[in-house]
């Protein structure tokens, strides 16, 4: 364990502790700075994803959170070393016992209603210089990065090619449970050259209309 307090722009693993209290927080990042920054500002404005971590700023003040580097690791094993620390740890403030997951997470009601009633959402109606991102804008460097086009992704360099050709970095697992996938895949949802019935067209336009009707929510039908 590493322990420094100096962010290096590096992946790793940190944590953000309290001065108060014992909790703390487990996390994983590519870019160990920027998250850091990702983080207080957030909590700052009031607007930070997670509510235990918000509420306890919102109680002691950011100034009683810091953030710890505890691992400087490449990015294929970051999500290993933070499931680590979290099984190590049992952190109070991470919403989830899974590492990049939101698997074993409760959400509360009040939660729930900001899915789906836009009033509730904590950036609704932040325009203008309501809004975090009011005032900043990007370096010459982010602008530059910006004007380049993208390298085409077209026959050869597509990472999937017909061919079989796989980009580097995948295994052989992923090759092959891919493979398998493309397999039994074959002969369904390809609608080429077929046109549709007046029924199926019906019946799709009703199931748009359904589902604008519950605010964008699925019917479903027992």
Not at 44 to 69: R, T, W
Not at 92 to 102: G, V
Not at 134 to 140: A, I, L, M, R, V
């Amino acid at each position: 364990m590493i322990g420094r307090t100096i962010i290096p722009k590096a992946s790793g693993i940190y944590l953000i502790l309290s001065k108060a209290t014992d909790r703390q927080y487990v996390g994983s990042s590519i870019d160990l700075r920027r998250r850091k920054k990702e983080h207080f500002d957030a909590l700052s404005k009031g607007a930070h994803y997670n509510s235990y971590m918000q509420g306890h700023a919102n109680k002691y003040g950011v100034e009683d959170l810091k953030i710890v580097v505890v691992e400087l690791v490449s990015k294929s094993m970051l999500l290993n070393r933070e499931q680590y620390y979290i099984d190590l740890l049992d952190p109070a403030f991470n919403l989830c016992p899974t590492a990049y997951s939101r698997l074993g997470a409760t959400l509360t009601e009040e939660c729930k209603q900001q899915y789906f009633v836009g009033s509730a959402n904590p950036m609704y109606g932040r325009t203008g210089p309501n809004h975090h991102r009011y005032g900043t804008k990007h370096t010459d460097e982010t602008k530059k990065k910006m004007r380049r086009p993208h390298p085409s992704i077209r026959g050869n360099n597509n990472p999937i090619h017909k061919n079989g050709s796989w980009c580097k970095g995948l295994t052989k697992e992923t090759d092959e449970r891919v493979k398998r996938q493309s397999e039994k895949m074959k002969g369904r949802g390809m609608r080429t050259g077929q046109t549709r019935s007046a029924e199926e067209r019906r019946k799709t336009s009703e199931s748009l209309k359904a589902f604008y009707r519950n605010g964008g929510r699925l019917e479903i039908r027992v």
